[in-house]
């Protein structure tokens, strides 16, 4: 699969999702790609998470991804499932706006119901383009992943730096630099890589071209 050149949509129900699935891969495309990230909720009425946006923000601003390419969704926390419609409203007209060649949403095995209810309707908004995967680790159920993608140390590091501007959950266990970088070599031992990130395949659709 080919990265370059590609407009890239990352879908996340909360800030943080995007960078703990996918940093290290964002990192590493950014230079190469179009990529835009959609929050789709600012987790704003929990009182005790009133950082976590200008958190996400600054992130973001580490894996290269500008603030004008890092947008939050008017969606309330864990109540995706009342908002179906509306989020699959929201997903077919980020479709029409920014045409997505690839698409990472999160994983068909995350337990989550914000989550799931995403991927149930990014499978529906994007029929007809490659969607995968990512695990939000916390929230994953028989996560395995079939798609590997090699990332380097320095989009490793990157990452583990990303995350380390969420300050509000410094505690949490799945924001530990070593798990992150564990789940990383793991993935890359199944790649037969140093480093990769992993995903499941939700949807792939490929074309066959002629070779010069």
């Not at 007809?128 to 990512?134: D, K, N």
């Not at 990383?184 to 890589?193: I, S």
């Amino acid at each position: 699969m080919l990265f370059y050149g590609k407009r890239v949509l990352f879908l996340g129900a909360h800030p943080d999702d995007i960078e703990i699935g996918c940093g290290a891969l964002i990192h590493h495309i950014v230079p190469i790609s179009d990529v835009l990230c959609v929050t789709f909720s600012d987790n704003q009425k929990n009182s005790e998470l009133t950082r976590v946006v200008d958190e996400h923000f600054r992130s973001m601003a580490v894996l290269g991804v500008p603030k004008k390419k890092a947008i939050f969704g008017p969606f309330n926390t864990r109540v995706f499932p009342h908002d179906r419609q509306e989020i699959l409203e929201y997903l077919l007209k980020l479709r029409t706006d920014f045409d997505p060649d690839i698409i990472f949403v999160h994983s068909r095995q995350d337990i989550h119901q914000d989550h799931n209810t995403m991927t149930a309707e990014a499978l529906r908004a994007y029929r007809g383009i490659t969607l995968l995967g990512y695990d939000v680790v916390r929230s994953s159920h028989d996560f395995f992943p079939h798609f590997l993608v090699e990332v380097s140390e320095v989009d490793v590091q990157a990452k583990i730096e990303a995350l380390s501007k969420y300050e509000t959950y410094r505690e949490k266990y799945y924001f530990n630099p070593e798990l992150t970088r564990a789940i990383m070599v793991r993935h890359g031992a199944l790649a037969e890589k140093p480093f990769a990130e992993g995903f499941d395949i939700l949807r792939i659709v490929g074309s066959f071209e002629r070779c010069n």
